[in-house]
């Protein structure tokens, strides 16, 4: 089948509009992805984050004893669906408009374990490496998550 110029034309017009609308909507968005960043030097020094993984049993003793946080890096939606007990909603997507609100009770806990939907879920581990960068060296980070937590029938507060 032999495309016309006419067909060719009309279907780079629309990829043309489609990487317009995408930029447009990106250049709009409250944390916009960072398309034109210049790339790093070669050799610049990539700093390595020390965040320690932890399991659903450490997770429940800690959030037990004082001074331990728990925050849920998952949306507000999944949040009120349900978290572990005690954990405080902070989203990866809202980190920039909730860390100055939370700040007091982040620098008041001992211990801040961070957690998302599961072992698939990065959003956990970005959050972790935002908190530090803001100066939160306290992390640890429970991978398996929401998931592994019901998977282990553990109370879930709504």
């Not at 809202?94 to 100055?100: I, K, L, P, Q």
């Amino acid at each position: 089948m032999k495309l016309k110029k006419r067909n060719l034309l009309q279907m780079l017009a629309l990829a043309a509009a489609s990487v317009l609308f995408g930029l447009g909507r990106n250049f709009f968005l409250p944390e916009p992805l960072p398309l034109f960043q210049p790339l790093p030097a070669a050799g610049t020094p990539v700093t390595v984050v020390p965040i320690t993984e932890v399991d659903a049993d450490f997770v429940l003793q800690a959030s037990a004893g004082s001074g331990t946080l728990l925050l849920d890096a998952r949306p507000d939606a999944a949040y009120r669906l349900g978290h572990i007990p005690g954990a405080l909603s902070l989203p990866l997507g809202r980190f920039a408009a909730s860390f100055a609100a939370m700040l007091p009770r982040l620098r008041a806990a001992r211990l801040l374990v961070v957690y998302c939907s599961g072992s698939t879920c990065n959003d956990s581990h970005d959050l972790a490496l935002k908190l530090y960068e803001k100066g939160m060296k306290n992390l640890l980070l429970y991978k398996g998550g929401m998931e592994d937590w019901s998977g282990k029938n553990h109370a879930v507060e709504k």
